[in-house]
Each structure stands twice: as C-alpha cells, then as structure tokens.
C-alpha cells in the first residue's frame, strides 16, 4: 500500500505544527558553522554583529561561551553564504508545506 | 586522518541486528562516503552476505540483559574505542537511519569526544528531555558517539567500562533501576566522572537527536532503498480517542526507537 493510501484510509489529518518543528530542527543544525576555531551559529544576531565593526580581528563568544580571536570578514562572509543558503532552502520547503494546508 | 564508523550488532531471538546493520551501513556508505567496521559475534553472521564491510569483528557478547520485548544484546559498547581501526570514529547504533551528511559535522566541532545531550521526539516536539531520575542528571545518549583516539577518549571508555561492571551500584547512587543495563544511562555517568563531575559542552553535539518515539509510525515513502522520504503518521490520543496525524520528513537522520518499525522499514 502506498503512503497517500495509508493516509486517505487512516483519515490522517496533516499536523501543521509538528511539519513546522521538524523544519525547525532539520535547518537549525545546518546553520552551525566550525570556523577559525569556534563554532557558530550563522544568525542574523551574529552577521549583524560582525558586519557593525571594521576591525580586521574581533574576539567573540562562541556557542561553547569560549571567546576566539576572529578574522572578521572571512567570518562574516562564510556566515552570511551558510545563512543565505539554508535559510532559501528553508523557506522552499516551508512553501511546500504551507501548500498542504 | 582515517575515519570511518563501527556498528555493534548482536541477533537476539526477535530481532535481526545483523539485517539492521547492513541496512545502516548501505546508508552510511551512500551519505557519508566512510567505511564501516561491524562488531559482531559467529552467530549474528549469515552465512551469505552481498555486503562488504571494511572489517568484522567477532567478539563473545555478554549477553545477560533483557527488557520487556526480550533478551538484549547491548553490553560491551566500552569496546569501540580498542577495536575502532580508525584514528577517528563515528559508534552508532544500527537502527540510526542515516539521511543525510549530517553526521560527518560531528568532526568539524568536536574536540576528541561528542554525544547527544539532547533529544526532539518527531510529532511530539515539547516532550521533556529524559532523566536518569528525579535525583540525577538528564541522560546523554549513546545512539552516536564520535570519537578521537585520544588519552581522554580512552579515559571516558574505561569509564564506561567500569560503569557497566558496577551499573547496580551506580543505578543505586542516581535513584534509576537496575533491571535492565542501557547504555545512555552509562554514557552519561561515564562523560561525567571522566570529566571531574564537570559539564564540558564541546562534549555535545550541537544539534538535537531526533527520536520516532511511541505511537508514531514511520514509512518510506518510495521503495528505493536508499530514498530519504518518509511519511510519519502519530496516533494522537485525545479525550480516549485516536486521532491519526500525519507529517512528511525529507534528508532528515532520525533515530527509531522500536524496533518493529525499524524492521518493517528493511523490508519494505
């Protein structure tokens, strides 16, 4: 039996929620980065942070609360590449599912 | 540096690890591009197999421990760590259904050691993270451990080691029950005198272990063995009734905690 079958006859209703949390949690780890000896999240938090000096180094706190000496643009730069990717791809599936409803 | 990953797989009288294995280690093979070592025992083996592992290892399995569905065949995980044949190691359990690179992270942010302190239960987001008791910690989990063939990595294995030996005197200690040996349970009181009662949160993976829980049914969505949807259907009970809710799950690695479902997804 294929799934569409198993759904109609289960009289399974699509849980928006629970759709909308698994993306959530599948995107979120893509956001990580490991860079210059830290690990980041690519956040708009952070990208903005970063983009406001124009020191060529900055210390900053890492997600393991660990401060690391930066090179601010190669950060700045991978963060904002992994964010804008994820993040497109994110929302492509989120319009998929939105269509489910 | 070599990597690869090592599954432990001993056949108990209901299930087949050996079957679980395989189907684990095809994935990994495809989404991870490491080899895979098995740690087995002669009788798991079959006597036919298509599949061609980096290396078997036998070893005798100890195999006192049961849980309500029957003999479980989990001791011994301490081992990984003497028998990896790679410099650094992904231990996974084999009913980790690999979906993706996801896992090949855990080198990039890792120091010599990382598991997962945290779970997400797919259709029942807001669980509560597991405790060994009201008394003691959250539990870490064993289902994927990266490791480094590191003086502190062995350290963190001995413990296990010794935490086994001694798991009634420890289930004492931290208010759990004895009954049956697990290895999270053990992981998490091992990491934790390995590092002087301290939390160390490098020794964390940084993403959620995301578990197919109770009441949720897992099926593929095509029969390509090696395809990555899932349609995932949760008997939600409401006021005495079930009510079915369903969701679909693409590239996503899960862990799936009943077996019989891990099984019917092997077989089609």
Known sequence: MDTKTLIAEAKARFN????????????????????????WKADPATISFLDS??????VLIDTFDNPVQVYRKELLEKLKQVYESTMTEWYIEWKELEGKR | MNRGVILFAFNSKKYNYYDM????????????????????????????????????????PDKNNFRDWGQW?????????????YEETILLDADYVVNSSKLLKTFETYNDFCCHSKTNFLMYPDAPQEVLSAYSYETLWATVVTFKKTKRAEQIFQCLEMVQKNYEHYANIHSFVAGTYRNDYALTLALR??????VLPGDYIPWDLVHVGRNTQVYKNNDDELDTEYTVIFDNWKKGKIRKEYITIKDMDFHVMNKDIFVEMING
Do not use: M
Request: contains cysteine; neutral net charge; aromatic residues 12%.
């Open chain 2, 73 to 85: 065949i989990n001791k011994g995980r301490y081992q990984a760590f003497e028998l990896s044949p």
């Open chain 1, 53 to 58: 000096f124009d020191t060529p180094q900055l």
């Open chain 2, 21 to 60: 294995a395989e189907y684990t280690a095809k994935r990994i093979n495809h989404f991870l591009d490491l080899p895979v070592t098995l740690v087995t025992d002669e009788q798991s083996l079959p006597a036919y197999s298509k599949y061609s592992w980096d290396e078997i290892i036998k070893v005798t």
């Open chain 1, 16 to 39: 928006h929620n629970s759709a909308k949390a698994y993306l959530a949690e599948k995107y979120k780890n893509k956001l990580i980065v490991a860079e210059q000896g830290g690990l």
């Open chain 2, 193 to 198: 005198i390995a590092n002087g009662h301290c």
